[in-house]
């Protein structure tokens, strides 16, 4: 049974920056493509980026720019890096897994496995 653990998350003030990890457990993490989510209070989970297992990168559009993904297969683990962070982009952020059979990124749908979520919160 895959888990994934998030961790990174904080209180920061508008303009700065935080990077989360994801670390999975598992030997076949390289061949999965991983993503994050965040879920803000009171809305839906939205996608926030993605990285394929051939290291394609796909971003939201409210996020392109100012965070970056990647992962490191030989430590199992998917980063997100946030700079510039907003007000708006406090939420609970998850790591997530895709499951096989698709080449959809955005879509919590096609994703098997989730963390449990790490909070973050950006001070005005």
């Known amino acids: 049974q895959v888990q994934l653990v998030e961790s990174g998350g904080g209180l920061v003030q508008a303009g700065g920056s935080l990077r989360l990890s994801c670390a999975a457990s598992g030997r076949t993490f390289s061949s999965y493509a991983m993503a994050w989510f965040r879920q803000a209070p009171g809305k839906d989970r939205d996608f926030v980026a993605a990285?394929?297992?051939?290291?394609?990168?796909y971003y939201a559009d409210s996020v392109k720019g100012r965070f970056t993904i990647s992962r490191d297969n030989a430590k199992n683990t998917v980063y997100l890096q946030m700079n510039s962070l907003k007000p708006d982009d406090t939420a609970v952020y998850y790591c997530?897994?895709?499951?096989?059979?698709?080449?959809?990124?955005?879509?919590?749908?096609?994703?098997?496995?989730w963390g449990q979520g790490t909070q973050v919160t950006v001070s005005s």
């Open positions: 990285v394929t297992w051939s290291s394609g990168r």
């Open positions: 997530a897994r895709r499951g096989g059979g698709t080449n959809a990124v955005t879509s919590e749908l096609v994703y098997d496995t």
